[in-house]
């Protein structure tokens, strides 16, 4: 169970194109999901949280306008880097929460390689 | 405010050796605690979590933690290291006042064959 997917694994675009990617509960309804960026040999870097229906908040630094989140349902949440340049080069991991348990457990997916040119 | 301190940012043994990774946390209240590994392009996987339950927590693939309140300290250990557990290792806190969760810088975990 708790088992979290994201589609797609890697991507490579142009400069200046958007580029979505999915993240998805597959056998729970995840009430809060979560962002993050990894550069390569760091951590995770919490980019924003989102709960379903609403709008998402964004950490210090992350500009909201150049990373879309929509959380429309408690399985899906979508995270669109706009006009993507090099520098938007990174890992994107999605996690999810269900809500039910008490330890605030995230539940991870696979991770994103994006690769701008 | 939450921090984790993982010390050692990389960290050798040889072929079963003793697995010992540091975790250090601060917080103002009963913290959860959980460790992830990482293989390489992958997500995070969990190998343990500590819920307020028993202070030695078994995980997977071998691995345990202790829960050590004096000294904030959430350490990861397996009695002997596979070549399979080559990979990079996560603390995390989290409190429930909050649903957020606060990553250790990571430890890379290299085994020597």
């Known amino acids: 169970g708790a088992v979290v997917s994201q589609h797609p694994s890697r991507v490579i675009c142009k400069s200046g194109t958007s580029v979505k990617i999915e993240c998805r509960s597959l056998d729970f309804q995840a009430t809060t999901m979560f962002w993050y960026r990894q550069f390569p040999k760091q951590s995770l870097m919490l980019m924003a949280t989102s709960n379903e229906g609403s709008k998402a908040t964004y950490e210090q630094g992350v500009e909201k306008d150049k990373f879309l989140i929509n959380h429309a349902s408690l399985t899906l949440s979508t995270l669109t880097v706009t006009s993507a340049h090099p520098e938007d080069s990174s890992f994107y991991i999605c996690?999810?929460?269900?809500?039910?348990?008490?330890?605030?457990?995230?539940?991870f997916g696979p991770g994103t390689r994006l690769t701008v040119l | 405010a939450q921090s984790v301190t993982q010390l050692g940012s990389h960290v050798s043994v040889s072929e079963g050796a003793l697995v010992l990774l540091r975790c250090n946390y601060s917080?103002?209240?009963?913290?959860?605690l959980f460790w992830y590994v990482q293989y390489p392009n992958q997500g995070l996987q969990l190998l343990l979590k500590?819920?307020?339950?028993?202070?030695l927590v078994k995980g997977i693939n071998g691995f345990e933690a202790e829960f050590k309140k004096s000294e904030t300290s959430f350490h990861l250990t397996k009695p002997s290291a596979h070549m399979s557990d080559a990979a990079e290792y996560f603390c995390a806190v989290s409190e429930d006042t909050g649903n957020q969760f606060y990553f250790g810088t990571g430890t890379s975990l290299t085994v020597i064959p």
């Open positions: 917080s103002s209240v009963p913290p959860y």
């Open positions: 996690s999810a929460q269900s809500g039910l348990n008490s330890y605030n457990e995230q539940f």
């Open positions: 500590y819920t307020s339950a028993a202070t």
